[in-house]
């Protein structure tokens, strides 16, 4: 027989659902403190949901998923079933960093700049700028190992 999970023992999981709270409520530009307003906590508790320190009830990520506009499906998206040697999302190397990249403050500061960049010609220049910097950085890596 196996133990359970303690009450209030959070685990990987609930750390997954706190990061995309966090990361759609500031998708939608809301504070912790407005979340945990409408939601009748301190902004102490929103922000121990969204680090995944305290797990969150269904009912209230029910109401979460209301305040944020998004199903509570939505907060699952990324979560793998089985174990990351055999999920298929564990083979693209991108996904997980991306995800852990556009919920970090550089990656929301970001995506919310880009997202008010209207005219589609200076958005593909932005994208062109990127992947070249990019470039840029992996190619002196590449030089020096054939210079060695």
């Known amino acids: 027989m196996s133990d359970p999970i303690p009450k ?5 999981i609930d750390a997954q659902v706190g990061n995309r ?7 939608v ?11 009748g906590l301190t902004f102490q508790q929103v922000q121990k949901y969204e680090k995944g320190v305290n797990r969150i009830g269904a009912g209230r990520l029910y ?7 998004v ?10 079933e089985q174990g990351p040697a055999t999920s298929p999302i564990a083979n693209d190397r991108a996904t997980p960093s991306a995800v852990e990249f556009l919920s970090s403050n550089e990656g929301m500061q970001l995506t919310l700049a880009f997202m008010r960049i209207r005219e589609p010609k200076v958005r593909r220049r932005v994208i062109d700028l990127v992947k070249s910097l990019a470039d840029d950085e992996s190619e002196p890596q590449s030089q020096n190992a054939a210079s060695a």
């Open 8 to 12: 209030k023992q959070a685990n990987s």
């Open 21 to 27: 709270v966090r990361l759609r409520r500031m998708l």
């Open 29 to 39: 530009g809301m504070s912790q403190e407005k979340l945990g307003e409408m939601l």
């Open 63 to 69: 109401r979460v998923g209301q305040i944020l506009g």
């Open 71 to 80: 199903s509570v499906s939505y907060f699952y998206e990324d979560v793998m």
